[in-house]
């Protein structure tokens, strides 16, 4: 079967940084994505990887490791507007998108 | 900004009864989806709709859903019989790009209460 595999919860602190990894196991790979959910929300787009390597966007970073099957979302100068849930989607051979069932990232001051 | 556009954004109904929740996608967009999410729960994907037709669908998406284009801006999901387990927020979203590799455009969701 397809799986996704998130973190449920992290927790840091603002002004940190933080890795959220996540691991898929999907019938062929066309790309990964990185969404935004605040809690009552709607996701909104953060980044799409579908080569290796890391792509820098401002405080936010995505790696990808297709061979690994592995993805992380990496947060730097964390604020407290950060604190929402960071779903992973891979799109499958098929051209579905998988989605995974995200991680609630809880800041502090 | 173009945005997606969801009415209601909250309904509650009665189980059994019909449920039409009404999305504009952004104009200049040619594909349309509409997604689940019960509380707490992941993001399924229910159905996707191009070219005035259903493209692909979930199992989720059985003979109790539908969906049209009635006019050249609104984008309607129907839900004919409610369940209980139809209680969930209802996305609406929009994308330049087909086969899932483009950015998703959502609204802001409906939030149905089946009670």
């Given at each position: 079967?397809?799986?996704?595999?998130?973190?449920?919860?992290?927790?840091?602190?603002?002004?940190?940084?933080?890795?959220?990894?996540?691991?898929?196991?999907?019938?062929?790979?066309?790309?990964?994505?990185?969404y935004?959910?605040?809690?009552?929300?709607?996701?909104?787009?953060?980044?799409?990887?579908?080569?290796?390597?890391?792509?820098?966007?401002?405080?936010?970073?995505?790696?990808?490791?297709?061979?690994k099957?592995?993805?992380?979302?990496?947060l730097?100068?964390?604020?407290?507007?950060?604190?929402?849930?960071?779903?992973?989607?891979?799109?499958?051979?098929?051209?579905?998108?998988?989605?995974?069932?995200?991680?609630?990232?809880?800041?502090?001051? | 900004?173009?945005?997606?556009?969801?009415?209601?954004s909250?309904?509650?109904?009665?189980?059994?009864?019909?449920?039409?929740?009404?999305?504009?996608?952004?104009?200049n967009?040619?594909?349309?989806?509409?997604?689940?999410?019960?509380?707490?729960?992941?993001?399924?994907?229910?159905?996707?709709?191009?070219?005035?037709?259903?493209s692909?669908?979930?199992?989720?998406?059985?003979?109790?859903?539908?969906?049209?284009?009635?006019?050249?801006?609104?984008?309607?999901?129907?839900?004919?019989?409610?369940k209980?387990?139809?209680?969930?927020?209802?996305?609406?979203a929009?994308?330049?790009?087909?086969?899932?590799?483009?950015?998703?455009?959502?609204?802001?969701?409906?939030?149905?209460?089946?009670?």
């Amino acid at each position: 079967g397809q799986n996704i595999d998130q973190p449920t919860e992290m927790t840091a602190t603002e002004g940190a940084i933080v890795q959220i990894n996540c691991t898929y196991q999907t019938s062929g790979f066309n790309g990964l994505f990185w969404y935004q959910q605040h809690a009552g929300e709607a996701p909104t787009f953060l980044s799409y990887n579908v080569l290796d390597g890391l792509e820098e966007k401002g405080r936010f970073s995505s790696f990808l490791s297709r061979s690994k099957g592995y993805s992380y979302l990496l947060l730097k100068e964390l604020q407290m507007k950060d604190s929402a849930s960071y779903l992973c989607a891979v799109v499958d051979s098929n051209y579905q998108l998988i989605w995974g069932a995200g991680t609630k990232l809880i800041i502090k001051p | 900004e173009p945005e997606v556009t969801q009415t209601p954004s909250h309904q509650v109904t009665q189980m059994g009864q019909e449920v039409i929740l009404r999305c504009v996608p952004i104009s200049n967009h040619l594909y349309f989806y509409w997604y689940r999410q019960i509380l707490g729960q992941k993001v399924e994907f229910l159905v996707s709709f191009y070219n005035n037709e259903i493209s692909e669908k979930s199992e989720i998406f059985d003979d109790q859903f539908s969906v049209e284009r009635p006019d050249g801006s609104n984008f309607t999901l129907k839900i004919r019989s409610t369940k209980l387990e139809d209680s969930a927020m209802y996305f609406c979203a929009s994308s330049m790009a087909g086969d899932n590799t483009g950015e998703l455009f959502f609204g802001e969701g409906s939030r149905l209460t089946v009670l």
